[in-house]
């Protein structure tokens, strides 16, 4: 003989009002947004992701500051693992070498065009 169960309608409503919750709060972060606002393509090597290998595309914070969110994403880029790893290795490598990223440093340490301006007026005269 079959025990037939009645549902509980107050508990089955708690439980899809959590879940309603938990996908509006995961909807608010700022992964699932940068992912509705950008097509989903590192936008360093234009790899394409889409279904499970877009778990592979990050949101990478331009500024390097994690708090700062906008809504619009204007700080927000999307990269694949490997070439967000290679961002942040870039900026540490540059920190080592006590730069900012924006920095350019001089590489070159001859001018081979220094005195061409006196060379040139003295082939005038």
């Not at 889409?50 to 778990?55: C, E, I, M, P, Y």
């Not at 914070?61 to 490997?82: A, F, I, Q, R, V």
């Amino acid at each position: 003989m079959t025990k037939h169960t009645i549902p509980d309608h107050a508990r089955l409503d708690r439980v899809i009002a959590e879940a309603r919750r938990h996908s509006s709060e995961r909807e608010a972060t700022y992964r699932e947004r940068a992912l509705k606002l950008f097509p989903w393509i590192c936008g360093r090597c234009g790899r394409e992701f889409a279904g499970v290998r877009l778990k592979e595309l990050t949101v990478h914070h331009k500024d390097h500051n994690h708090d700062n969110n906008p809504l619009d994403g204007s700080n927000w880029e999307l990269l694949c693992l490997y070439c967000h790893d290679n961002e942040h290795s870039r900026v540490m490598d540059e920190a080592v070498r006590g730069r900012s990223s924006g920095d350019q440093a001089s590489v070159a340490t001859h001018n081979p065009f220094a005195d061409l301006k006196a060379k040139l007026e003295g082939k005038k005269g």
